[in-house]
């Protein structure tokens, strides 16, 4: 398998912009998180999926943010408007539930979102 | 008080050392404590997880729990330059798939 693959692999967007992030989660996995991580406030959850329904979205940050998951293979963030502020690593990891204690998450390698 | 704590670092350690990460929870209800790998500019890597109380022990890795404590730690002897990175500890609640991570201790070897 591939791995967890993330589109674009960098973006740069000027304020005010929708920006749309995506995600391919490993073939089978039936969990999905979006994570953000900047510098300041490390790795944070900001929504996840199982077997593609939101269960937890506490973590988004406003509603300038929205998480879909309209198939097993495919999700997308998006951030409408874009703000300076959210400038972070946005990573998406996939997970198999079958073992409640060990859930591996495998990460993909991130989206870096620069708005100016 | 932050859910996962950990000191920042950067922890500096001579090559063939053993180098010592540690890692507080807050939540008594956590089952699963893992511990990721991060290099400059890449995602987090699984080197590995525990549950039970105690040691336990993957290569030069070993990854320590005292739930009454709500501590975790992971050595890595013989340390490498290799290992230099950013440490993530990661908990898991009783119920919940969803991880909380620390914000990483950075780890510095030198040759």
């Known amino acids: 398998d591939a791995g967890v693959i993330q589109s674009p692999r960098h973006e740069v967007t000027e304020m005010g912009q929708e920006v749309t992030l995506r995600c391919k989660p490993i073939s089978g996995h039936d969990y999905l998180f979006w994570y953000r991580q900047t510098m300041m406030r490390g790795l944070e959850l900001l929504i996840y999926?199982?077997?593609?329904?939101?269960?937890?979205d506490s973590g988004m940050p406003e509603d300038r943010f929205s998480a879909k998951m309209p198939n097993a293979s495919f999700s997308t963030l998006k951030i409408q408007p874009s703000e300076p502020r959210d400038s972070a690593v946005y990573f998406c990891?996939?997970?198999?539930?079958?073992?409640?204690?060990?859930?591996?998450?495998?990460f993909g390698q991130g989206t870096r979102l620069t708005v100016v | 008080q932050k859910e996962v704590e950990q000191n920042s670092g950067p922890l500096s350690v001579p090559e063939g050392a053993i180098a010592s990460l540690n890692c507080t929870y807050s939540d008594r209800g956590s089952q699963s404590f893992f511990w990721y790998r991060q290099y400059s500019g890449k995602s987090p890597e699984l080197i590995m997880f525990?549950?039970?109380?105690g040691d336990k022990e993957d290569g030069r890795f070993t990854a320590q729990l005292n739930k009454a404590s709500q501590y975790v730690s992971l050595l890595i002897r013989d340390s490498q330059p290799s290992d230099s990175a950013t440490y993530l500890c990661?908990?898991?609640?009783?119920?919940?798939?969803?991880?909380?991570f620390g914000t990483g201790t950075r780890l510095l070897v030198s040759p």
């Open positions: 999926f199982n077997n593609n329904v939101p269960i937890d």
């Open positions: 990891a996939s997970s198999l539930g079958r073992d409640r204690r060990a859930t591996e998450a495998f």
């Open positions: 990661a908990v898991k609640a009783t119920g919940f798939q969803k991880l909380v």
């Open positions: 525990i549950y039970s109380n």
